[in-house]
């Protein structure tokens, strides 16, 4: 799923893109992806844009007469950018947004079709949508630790519940934690002050420089590359490779559609952190520390 980093270099490359223009038509392709009754398509056609902003892991194209169009990528969506106004894909088109000067395509690789726009009017309708998650680089230590200290969470769930944190998702919360040297299942409210700033840093630094990378990646070019596995990324999508700080293996918890990494040298003490299904299988045979492996 984009996350913050991602989603912030598609905006700034949205804002250049569109800025001073007019939104002509959105088409839609795909029944499901419209999850608003009112407004009406129709309705935003034919309206200048005033800007981009980002909701949480939302795109918010906010037009003249305070009309709002809201991008949810979940996990398989992706935007691409045309210069000249082209057909939706058949397959993996959700919607396209024909600007004066270029085309926005909506698009989801996916069957399972979770990617939504919604239409809305007025800035009380858009706050309904906002989970309201703190912009961590917005932030100062003291506000951080406060809303960290309120969840009775662990901070990989703590990271990713964006009513607690906004942007940050199961990719880049690897990364923070292997930052940090904290263990994914650490309860939030247990985390010292020492821990809790290193915690706060780790953010910072991860994300800013992820979004710095992204952006020289891109360059001038639309991003097109948006993918939660990116190969400069310490551990997540790394299970069984070296860790880049101690050399020893990522692990990892695969839990629902979702999984954890992490290098059990470097934040957990050598300690193997129980998968949900493969260690209830194994039982009393589940490795319970790093050299169990060897």
Same mark, same amino acid.
């Given at each position: 799923?984009?996350? #913050?980093? $991602?989603?912030?270099?598609?905006? /700034?490359?949205?804002?250049?893109?569109?800025?001073?223009?007019?939104?002509?038509?959105?088409?839609?392709?795909?029944?499901?992806?419209?999850?608003?009754?009112?407004?009406?398509? @129709?309705?935003?056609?034919?309206?200048?844009?005033?800007?981009?902003? %980002?909701?949480?892991?939302?795109?918010? #194209?906010?037009?003249?007469? $305070?009309?709002?169009?809201?991008?949810?990528?979940? *996990?398989?969506?992706?935007?691409?950018?045309?210069?000249?106004?082209?057909?939706?894909?058949? &397959?993996?088109?959700?919607?396209?947004?024909?600007? =004066?000067?270029?085309?926005?395509?909506?698009?989801?690789?996916?069957?399972?079709? &979770?990617? =939504?726009?919604? #239409?809305?009017?007025?800035?009380?309708?858009?706050?309904?949508?906002?989970?309201?998650?703190?912009? *961590?680089? @917005?932030?100062?230590?003291? /506000?951080?630790?406060?809303?960290?200290?309120?969840?009775?969470?662990?901070?990989?769930?703590?990271?990713?519940?964006?009513?607690?944190?906004?942007?940050?998702?199961?990719?880049?919360?690897? /990364?923070?934690?292997?930052?940090? &040297?904290?263990?994914?299942?650490?309860?939030?409210?247990?985390?010292?002050?020492?821990?809790?700033?290193?915690?706060?840093?780790?953010? %910072?630094?991860?994300?800013?420089?992820?979004?710095?990378?992204? %952006?020289?990646?891109?360059?001038?070019?639309?991003?097109?590359?948006?993918?939660?596995?990116?190969?400069?990324?310490?551990?997540?999508?790394?299970?069984?490779?070296?860790?880049?700080?101690?050399?020893?293996?990522?692990? &990892?918890?695969?839990?629902?559609? !979702?999984?954890? !990494?992490?290098?059990?040298?470097?934040?957990? @003490?050598? %300690?193997?952190?129980? $998968?949900?299904?493969?260690?209830?299988?194994?039982?009393? !045979?589940?490795?319970?520390?790093?050299?169990?492996?060897?």
């Amino acid at each position: 799923m984009p996350e #913050l980093p $991602d989603l912030t270099v598609y905006m /700034e490359h949205l804002e250049r893109r569109t800025a001073g223009s007019e939104l002509r038509n959105i088409r839609l392709a795909s029944p499901f992806v419209l999850r608003t009754v009112a407004p009406r398509p @129709d309705e935003l056609a034919g309206r200048a844009v005033l800007g981009w902003r %980002r909701l949480a892991k939302q795109l918010v #194209l906010h037009l003249e007469g $305070d009309f709002f169009a809201v991008l949810h990528l979940m *996990i398989s969506g992706r935007l691409l950018w045309h210069e000249k106004a082209i057909a939706v894909p058949k &397959r993996i088109g959700l919607a396209a947004f024909d600007f =004066s000067t270029g085309t926005l395509v909506f698009t989801e690789a996916s069957k399972k079709k &979770r990617a =939504s726009l919604r #239409l809305l009017q007025g800035e009380r309708d858009l706050a309904t949508l906002d989970p309201g998650g703190m912009e *961590i680089l @917005d932030v100062p230590l003291a /506000e951080f630790a406060d809303r960290l200290r309120q969840t009775n969470h662990t901070l990989k769930r703590a990271l990713t519940d964006q009513h607690v944190f906004a942007g940050v998702g199961n990719a880049y919360s690897d /990364e923070i934690l292997l930052h940090a &040297r904290l263990s994914p299942f650490k309860q939030a409210r247990a985390l010292s002050e020492a821990e809790v700033e290193r915690l706060y840093l780790a953010c %910072r630094d991860t994300l800013q420089t992820w979004v710095d990378r992204l %952006r020289e990646q891109s360059g001038a070019d639309w991003p097109k590359k948006v993918t939660a596995f990116h190969p400069e990324m310490a551990v997540h999508g790394r299970y069984r490779e070296p860790c880049p700080q101690c050399g020893s293996a990522v692990q &990892r918890i695969v839990y629902a559609e !979702n999984e954890s !990494n992490y290098c059990a040298k470097c934040q957990t @003490d050598g %300690r193997l952190l129980a $998968d949900r299904s493969l260690s209830r299988l194994l039982k009393a !045979n589940w490795p319970k520390r790093l050299e169990d492996l060897e």
